[in-house]
């Protein structure tokens, strides 16, 4: 799997999503193709949240008006503990 973004959260924890689950899980159809134009606002949200939450194995961070598109809407990204 190649790796289309590799970012450092606000801790300093690398991140990386990868072309299949960008394509497939975030802007397939069945996903949310109205952020396809949206990926270098997940590198902010990462970097700069406004809100953090954890949850089980996954951590939500989230950011207001991150994306241009949707200047009232947050953008939130889900990162998996990988195994």
Partial sequence: MA???QVDDKDGVP???DSVTWEEHITGSDG???VKDCLDAIAVVLR???VVVES?????YARLGAC???PNLYL???VEDSP
Avoid: F, R
């Avoid at 089980?56 to 939500?60: A, E, L, R």
């Fill in 68 to 70: 241009d598109k949707y």
């Fill in 32 to 34: 949310h193709p109205e």
């Fill in 76 to 78: 939130n990204i889900s």
């Fill in 48 to 50: 700069q949240p406004q």
């Fill in 3 to 5: 790796a289309l973004l």
């Fill in 56 to 60: 089980g194995t996954s951590i939500v």
């Fill in 15 to 17: 991140v990386t999503l």
